[in-house]
């Protein structure tokens, strides 16, 4: 489905909506007690964002999250 600018938003019961944040799309995965931070084109994100892979680290092993890293202001 491709999104379609409007001049305003729809009303009524049937619509919701969400903030989109823009980021780099990302894979957490825990496995053997190492987090691994990948990029969608596998790329290492460990370097990039250590302070994302150290609050992962509480992660039961075996954990896989795939989301997004934004910056929020």
């Keep these: 489905m491709l999104l379609q600018p409007a001049e ?3 009303d009524g019961g049937l619509w919701l909506y969400e903030l989109k944040l823009d980021g780099f799309r990302a894979e957490a995965i825990k496995t053997g007690g ?7 084109n ?11 892979v150290q ?3 509480a992660m039961p092993d075996e954990t896989v999250i795939d989301g997004e890293i934004v910056a929020l202001d």
Excluded: T
Excluded at 34 to 40: A, E, F
Excluded at 42 to 52: G, H, S, V, W
């Design 42 to 52: 596998d790329k290492d994100f460990n370097r990039k964002y250590p302070a994302i």
């Design 8 to 10: 305003k938003l729809s």
């Design 55 to 57: 609050a992962l680290a």
């Design 34 to 40: 190492r987090v691994q931070l990948r990029s969608r």
